[in-house]
């Protein structure tokens, strides 16, 4: 016999810029919730339109303690880092980059995507590393859209692109150092699913776009707002209105929690303040490296 996990509170996204000005939706952390342990921080890039020559960035900056997974929905962003690892990330891509004992690397529009302008949509998920791994060696996983495994359900009204855990009977290609899940669920109108979800993880959905109806009670909220669900049941109900004009995408994330100290200097995040100032002092020092321009 499973059980629908209840809502617990929703949170209003905030709207705010990061690194060279480029706009985000930032759901944690805020002064209403640090953070949502394992999970450090959620933001949502735009969705923004460029004009040519308008795009920004985020130059050159350190990481150190945890992980940073960044989605692009639509637009390309190029990526360099201190270790010499650079690349484009295109609509639907995924990068799993783990600073572990330190990376600097940028964000930056891809140069093409400069000239000629666009819109750009995407997350940036930052998970913690436990005290285990802070210091482990930077590493990367990236996965193309097309490697990126996807789920349908047998009547199928709705699909699921599967970054992290399984669901619809798709499994992903990453590899989490703790337990993870990171699904983004399309749904037409009327349709509903119940997500199996193993009652240690703590669990949110995000919406990118429509109203969707959460929990037992199918609570409507809009997108753009984080509904975080109650460790009471072993499933997570989400479902899309009948009278839904579009279809409702959504991102269900989840993990288990490290119950470990959480001490953050801006970019490095470690479980101890003699940990932050050691962190500082290697990245004055110019241990992290610095990138090749």
Request: hydrophobic fraction near 40%; proline fraction near 9%.
């Amino acid at each position: 016999m499973t059980t629908t996990r209840t809502i617990e509170r929703v949170y209003p996204a905030v709207r705010t810029t990061e690194g060279g000005g480029f706009v985000v939706h930032r759901p944690f952390p805020t002064r209403q919730l640090m953070d949502f342990d394992p999970f450090l921080l959620l933001d949502e890039m735009g969705p923004v339109d460029y004009a040519p020559g308008e795009a920004k960035g985020a130059p050159d900056h350190p990481h150190r303690g945890f992980e940073t997974v960044t989605y692009m929905v639509e637009g390309r962003f190029g990526h360099k880092d201190s270790a010499g690892h650079s690349g484009t990330l295109r609509p639907g891509d995924v990068q799993w980059m783990t600073a572990g004992a330190g990376v600097i690397h940028s964000e930056m529009p891809d140069p093409e995507f400069t000239r000629t302008g666009g819109r750009i949509h995407g997350l940036q998920l930052w998970v913690n590393l436990p005290a285990r791994d802070k210091m482990m060696t930077p590493r990367y996983q990236e996965l193309p859209t097309e490697r990126i495994p996807v789920g349908r359900s047998e009547d199928g009204k709705v699909s699921v692109k599967v970054i992290a855990g399984e669901a619809l009977g798709a499994k992903a290609a990453i590899e989490t150092r703790t337990p993870i899940l990171y699904q983004h669920f399309t749904l037409a109108p009327g349709a509903r699913f119940e997500q199996p979800v193993p009652r240690e993880y703590r669990v949110f959905a995000y919406a990118l776009s429509g109203i969707g109806l959460y929990g037992p009670q199918a609570q409507a909220v809009e997108a753009q707002q984080m509904v975080t669900f109650a460790s009471d049941g072993d499933t997570v109900a989400i479902a899309s209105p009948a009278d839904a004009h579009a279809p409702l995408d959504v991102l269900l994330i989840g993990g288990v929690p490290l119950n470990e100290p959480v001490v953050r200097y801006g970019p490095f995040v470690m479980n101890t303040e003699q940990e932050i100032r050691q962190a500082v002092l290697d990245y004055q020092a110019g241990r992290m490296g610095r990138i090749a321009h």
